[in-house]
């Protein structure tokens, strides 16, 4: 079959991909296998040879980073039941004051808590958010909706182990431990120069109070729940969420119902019932040791000073684990067997649709080198004048503006781009992170999380437009910047 057959039809099937996601509404996983056997089809590989390509792409990305996946979505359930989060944002608002916690909340969301899904994570720290921003003066609002905007979608797609970073990393077969590292050298400068530019255009005129926050908050009137205590019911439409402010005994509880993203599941941060409370350092300390030993992994590596207990210990899938077993005996310990289990469980659940969708991104993968696409776009990548990694960012870009998710565009065109990577002769970690950045660029009306940040921190569809879209389009430019500034040296 000729080139231009091969990229006509395969050009096809991707833009059918979107329209069965976009359009159609099936789900972003079938459609990819989907798409995938079609190509295998079409491009005239044959049944029994295209259904076992299929078979075979989703088996091997499974290998790599299933395991990853689940550890890293448990670790963040635990933690969501130990009301973590909660903490953590009163201890930085207090440590770094109201001029620096736009900055620290952002880069803690972005680096540390990369183990809770986007959508969970943005749940419990919305109205943490939006309690600090009147602290903040009068673009307090606009300041945090930047912050957490920035920061949520930077850290699926740049950073161990959010599960787009992990996907991303196993498509393109990077070391996680160079992920994790190279991610953080992208990820931290790119927080910080993107909520600085923005907060430098809230201050001059592109933020209006009055048209950009919503004047006034709706709630139903109060209920009494059969102990007695006071419960505030607010409704979003957009968001598709229902928020419960439970107040009684001095205490107030949190509790959301949402369908948000890829992922449907409840989410709630926890009340007084744990027996004893857990310290901030307790909480979130075995975190770090995973990721510190994966990290040492990769420098042991470098420097040629491996052996067979540090290999193993930093080994991704074991480093995750012992976090895992880590946060799990902290929380028996403080909020009771029962819960963990509970948390457990529900992570499970969590952690279905995201494996699938990822096995189904190898699956694609696998077909376009089979199909023999990957060599000639290769081949015209490498003759083009075009720098690569900008190619790569504008394929992620445009995936994202038609399909209106982070994770499936940085997976998807993981999956492109994947056979590709041995004839541009660069870092596989380049194309990860150009692939990330790019899917970042125009987070707009399409995506679950843009509605989430509209209706939890109190603005309205315009401002939303400023403080989403706009911040987090200038984030997947500047982590571009910082990528091809990081080509140089690697």
């Not at 448990?74 to 973590?84: D, K």
């Not at 944002?89 to 809770?116: E, N, R, W």
């Not at 431990?177 to 990820?187: A, D, P, Q, S, Y």
């Amino acid at each position: 079959m000729e080139d231009w057959q091969i990229l006509s039809i395969t050009g096809a099937v991707i833009i059918g991909i979107v329209v069965m996601i976009l359009r159609l509404r099936i789900n972003p996983a079938l459609s990819l296998v989907i798409g995938a056997t079609a190509l295998g089809l079409l491009t005239g590989l044959g049944a029994a040879e295209t259904t076992k390509t299929v078979m075979t792409g989703f088996g091997d990305i499974m290998t790599k980073v299933g395991l990853l996946i689940a550890w890293g979505v448990l670790m963040g359930a635990i933690l969501n039941e130990m009301g973590a989060i909660s903490k953590l944002v009163d201890k930085l608002l207090h440590v770094f004051g109201p001029k620096g916690v736009p900055y620290a909340l952002g880069l803690t969301i972005g680096t540390l808590l990369q183990s809770i899904f986007l959508d969970v994570l943005l749940v419990m720290s919305a109205p943490l958010a939006r309690r600090i921003a009147p602290k903040l003066g009068k673009f307090g609002t606009a300041k945090m909706a930047t912050a957490m905007a920035i920061s949520l979608e930077c850290g699926i797609v740049l950073m161990v182990p959010g599960v787009a970073t992990v996907a991303l990393a196993g498509l393109l077969q990077v070391p996680l431990g160079e992920m994790l590292i190279f991610g953080l050298l992208v990820i931290i400068p790119t927080i910080l120069v993107s909520i600085f530019l923005m907060n430098f255009f809230i201050q001059r005129g592109l933020w209006n109070t009055e048209t950009d926050e919503e004047q006034a908050v709706a709630e139903s009137p109060e209920l009494e729940d059969a102990d007695g205590m006071v419960v505030h019911t607010v409704s979003h439409v957009h968001g598709h969420s229902e928020h419960a402010v439970v107040q009684g005994g001095g205490t107030e509880r949190t509790t959301t119902s949402s369908r948000v993203g890829l992922l449907p599941h409840d989410v709630r941060e926890p009340g007084t019932s744990a027996s004893r409370e857990p310290g901030l350092l307790l909480m979130f300390g075995p975190m770090p040791v995973s990721l510190v030993l994966i990290a040492s992994g990769a420098f042991l590596k470098m420097a040629g000073l491996t052996s067979e207990i540090t290999v193993f210990l930093s080994t991704p899938v074991v480093a995750l684990l012992i976090g895992l077993l880590g946060t799990s005996l902290v929380a028996r310990m403080t909020i009771g067997t029962k819960r963990v289990e509970a948390a457990v469980a529900n992570g499970f659940k969590e952690s279905g649709q995201i494996l699938i969708l990822t096995g189904a991104g190898g699956s694609l993968a696998a077909m376009v080198a089979t199909s023999g696409m990957g060599e000639i776009m290769g081949k015209y990548f490498s003759a083009s004048s075009v720098a690569p990694l900008l190619v790569v960012w504008g394929i992620a870009a445009v995936l994202h503006i038609a399909v209106g998710s982070v994770s499936i565009s940085a997976i998807t065109a993981a999956g492109l781009l994947a056979p590709i990577a041995p004839a541009l002769g660069i870092n596989p970690v380049l194309l990860a992170l150009a692939a990330g950045a790019g899917s970042l660029f125009v987070v707009h009306v399409t995506s679950n999380t843009f509605w989430l940040l509209q209706s939890m921190l109190g603005q309205t569809t315009r401002g939303t437009l400023k403080s989403c879209t706009l911040g987090v389009s200038l984030a997947s430019v500047v982590a571009l910047g910082f990528t091809l500034v990081l080509s140089i040296f690697i």
